[in-house]
């Protein structure tokens, strides 16, 4: 089977991206498979070579690289858009490159045969909508919330023409997202597929053997109780309610390790408000993500909006307690008290502080919950990621042939 896989670019520092590239090397292992990626940057992917039109190729995993636009965000789309089903048509006009199966992550053309959506712009433009009112921002930004307001309806436009496809077979990172794709494209078909962690790089034993050497890295005393948040939409990963929760919570000897890469800026007026500047670590994303979870206590993310958040999954393998929200689709996993825990409110201050005191002063708590959660991200491996996303490639694919051989019949009939 040749698989056309088709992404902006691939990396390992970005949660969708991340999967698919998990995916790929797993999709590659399959007898009789070649993939083809067309991308603008890949990075982080074993087994994979340049594809060169006058030369013989060879290897399972092939790249394609498409030029990118420079320029504001919604042309450099619009650019890719376009490029790669160009020179997807090219392959098969002139080189006879043809594909059993177009895999895409997220909305990247219109004849994508399956798509795995990670996020739905719909319930996410009605989420930020009011964020970009004209009224209530200064003149200054008029440009950016412009262009920002005209790259969400054309990815909204998009999403319209091409969810409702019949022909293209949806596959949802969530029940969450699966429920968006029926409240709003009336697709109740879409297959759920939950992300995954590497279970053998996030472990309650690596996590203990770094603590001590963690935290004495980022500075914390060992009567330091530490919150982590990792993220790189802070006011989507819930911060503001957690920094109003620390508030409250001030008595208790906390810092917050706050990981990704946001505009600190927005958050310090609040900061100098709640009087927390001494007591929050901002910190850019690393290739070593693994000395947060390490130098941890207890990880909170009350997200208001998450399709399925990666760290809070990680968190759990390493044997951290976690707090999340329902509006992160990674809630689905966690069993509530036994696991982890998942406010139905993010906003809930009064509750998130409850929950983080409570864990403070229950050690026996945080442990039986760290040891449950790190039994239950054993389940959620990418060997079983790749393998449910390959049967419904198969699925997939069937149902395309089934449509072929059905309009190659109906053309035979009217041809008589």
């Not at 029940?175 to 597929?193: G, P, Y």
């Not at 958040?309 to 689905?332: D, F, Y």
Request: proline share 5%.
């Amino acid at each position: 089977m040749r698989i056309a896989v088709i992404s902006p670019f691939l990396d390992r520092r970005h949660a969708t991206e991340h999967v698919i590239l998990e995916q790929v090397e797993r999709f590659s292992e399959h007898p009789d498979t070649e993939i083809h990626i067309y991308a603008q940057r890949l990075e982080d992917l074993r087994g994979v070579s340049r594809f060169h039109s006058r030369e013989k190729q060879s290897g399972r995993i092939l790249w394609h690289k498409i030029p990118a636009l420079p320029g504001p965000h919604l042309f450099a789309y619009l650019w890719w858009f376009f490029a790669n089903h160009f020179y997807r048509w090219r392959d098969a006009r002139f080189r006879a490159l043809t594909y059993d199966l177009v895999y895409s992550p997220g909305i990247n053309a219109v004849d994508a045969d399956l798509i795995a959506v990670h996020i739905v712009f719909h319930e996410f433009y009605r989420l930020i909508r009011p964020h970009l009112s004209f009224a209530t921002s200064s003149a200054s930004s008029w440009p950016r919330l412009i262009h920002r307001r005209l790259y969400y309806r054309l990815i909204m436009a998009l999403e319209r023409r091409v969810y409702r496809r019949p022909g293209t077979q949806l596959v949802a990172v969530s029940r969450l997202v699966s429920h968006h794709l029926e409240e709003f494209f009336q697709r109740s078909d879409a297959c759920v597929v939950p992300n995954a962690v590497d279970t053998t790089r996030f472990t309650p034993r690596i996590r203990v053997q770094r603590r001590d050497a963690a935290r004495a890295t980022l500075g914390l005393s060992p009567d330091i109780f530490a919150l982590l948040m990792i993220g790189n939409d802070w006011a989507k990963k819930g911060l503001e309610a957690l920094l109003q929760c620390l508030a409250e919570c001030r008595n208790l000897p906390f810092t917050l390790l706050v990981v990704g890469r946001d505009d600190r800026s927005i958050f310090l007026p609040l900061l100098d408000r709640l009087g927390l500047q001494q007591r929050v670590q901002f910190h850019p994303s690393t290739g070593d993500i693994e000395q947060f979870y390490a130098a941890a206590d207890l990880y909170a993310g009350p997200s208001l909006e998450d399709s399925f958040a990666m760290p809070p999954l990680e968190a759990m393998a390493c044997g951290l307690p976690v707090i999340t929200s329902v509006n992160n689709g990674g809630s689905q996993i966690i069993t509530e008290g036994v696991d982890g825990f998942v406010l139905p409110d993010p906003r809930d201050v009064t509750a998130l502080s409850s929950l983080v005191r409570r864990l403070y002063e229950h050690p026996d708590l945080r442990l039986r919950v760290g040891e449950s959660a790190a039994r239950t991200a054993q389940s959620y491996t990418w060997d079983r990621n790749a393998r449910e996303t390959w049967d419904f490639l198969i699925v997939s694919l069937t149902k395309k042939r089934q449509a072929a051989a059905s309009g190659d019949a109906n053309t035979r009939r009217q041809a008589r």
